[in-house]
């Protein structure tokens, strides 16, 4: 069974700061999303992540995959409140229509 | 635009009502899911269907059901509702075959079951 875990679940930071938010999974993969959601809003798609080394970058957000560590990481970059929100990983197996989403990262950027 | 329509945003319901879930896509999409949202859950799969009238369960089924007549539509039902059920409700629709699987999702139904 495919088991998706973030780390940390709940991170507050000040504005200018840098953090990193971890994605592990329990099964070989090497498809990896990144999804946000702000408050009463739905899920939207920031990244796809389709092989071992798969960096992707939007503005200070940055995504990286590494398949054989299964895991994945988003990097915040000088951190402004505007990203704040809620950021979901998600992982689907090879041949599987579906995916599994890790339990979110609740993250909250203060001025 | 890529659009997933969920037809309502707020519902109440009582103990034991049947309760009806609509999702409608217009991007041609073949699969749709429906999930439910909880706080420290994360999403979770209730069911998926991969074309009209075909249906797979997900990880939580038990307490719904689904219906798919036409490709666009995605139904979830709760053929009686218990509080335990009271969640966020997401549909999404992807595109097959596998290609890049993004997910599209709807804006989300908060069902309350009293």
């Known amino acids: 069974e495919l088991k998706v875990e973030q780390n940390p679940l709940f991170l507050s930071m000040q504005e200018g700061k840098n953090y990193t938010i971890y994605c592990n999974y329990s099964?070989?993969?090497?498809?990896l999303y990144w999804y946000r959601q702000d408050p009463g809003k739905s899920l939207e798609s920031l990244f796809v992540?389709?092989?071992?080394?798969a960096v992707k970058q939007e503005g200070r957000l940055m995504a990286s995959l590494d398949t054989k560590a299964r895991l994945s990481t988003l990097h915040i970059t000088a951190a402004v409140h505007d990203l704040s929100a809620t950021y979901f990983c998600?992982?689907?197996?090879?041949?599987?229509?579906?995916?599994?989403f890790g339990q979110g990262t609740r993250l909250t950027i203060n001025p | 635009d890529v659009k997933v329509t969920q037809s309502s945003r707020y519902l109440v319901k009582r103990t034991g009502e049947k309760v009806f879930l609509e999702c409608v896509q217009d991007m041609d999409h073949e699969n749709m899911f429906w999930y439910r949202q909880d706080p420290g859950l994360g999403l979770r799969l209730i069911y998926f269907?991969?074309?009209?009238?075909?249906?797979e369960k997900g990880d939580i089924p038990e307490g719904y059901s689904v219906s798919r007549e036409k490709k666009e539509r995605f139904s979830l039902i709760l053929e009686s509702a218990s509080t335990n059920q009271t969640s966020m409700y997401l549909c999404?629709?992807?595109?097959?075959?596998?290609?890049?699987?993004?997910?599209?999702f709807g804006a989300g139904t908060r069902l309350s079951v009293l």
């Open positions: 992540l389709l092989s071992n080394g």
């Open positions: 998600a992982v689907d197996l090879e041949g599987a229509q579906k995916l599994v």
């Open positions: 999404a629709s992807s595109l097959a075959p596998r290609a890049k699987n993004i997910q599209y």
């Open positions: 269907s991969y074309d009209v009238k075909m249906k």
């Open positions: 099964t070989t993969s090497d498809r």
